[in-house]
């Protein structure tokens, strides 16, 4: 079980024995790197170290890693960047990347998903609600995350 981000497609590629699941993302507008505050898309192995929002509906908000009680309107003009429906949130496994946790890396879907197939995002890997809900299905805690240009 692997997950495979490349930020040049701005796609994300889940494989599991025979089952290939093809996604389009958004990663940071700020390109790539590892500083603290920098707003980058971390690159590297990553693992998925928690899953957040199983049982949420499509277009929960999550606010701290908790479901707010509230649904997002998804593509409004003017609506602020959200985490929405489901959250992996990801761990650094290399010595570069090695504050992916403390940066509140995540995968997540997001109330902007006309953006999704272009660099968008402040750091995180954003995806449509329904991908995110789909993929979660398929992930389980510990699998590898590969980001790379």
């Keep these: ?5 490349s930020i040049a497609n701005q796609e994300l590629v889940f494989t599991h024995r ?3 699941l093809v996604y389009p993302v958004s990663t940071s507008k700020y390109g790539e790197g590892y500083k603290e505050g920098s707003m980058k898309t971390p690159l590297g192995m990553h693992e998925v170290c928690q899953k957040i929002g199983g049982r949420a509906p499509f277009g929960a908000i999550f606010k701290s890693r908790k479901f707010t009680g509230n649904i997002a309107k998804i593509n409004v003009a003017n609506e602020k960047d959200i985490i929405t429906s489901r959250i992996l949130r990801l761990k650094g496994l290399q010595k570069k990347n090695s504050n992916t946790f ?3 890396i995540y995968i997540h879907g997001t109330n ?3 953006s999704i197939g ?3 995002s402040i750091g995180c ?3 449509k609600n329904q991908d995110i809900i789909d993929l979660f299905s ?12």
């Design 138 to 149: 398929h992930v389980k805690i510990g699998c590898k995350v590969f980001i790379h240009k």
């Design 1 to 5: 079980m692997k997950i495979d981000i």
């Design 102 to 104: 403390n940066r509140y």
């Design 112 to 114: 902007s998903e006309s």
């Design 18 to 20: 025979n089952v290939k």
């Design 118 to 120: 272009q660099k968008g």
């Design 125 to 127: 890997i954003r995806m």
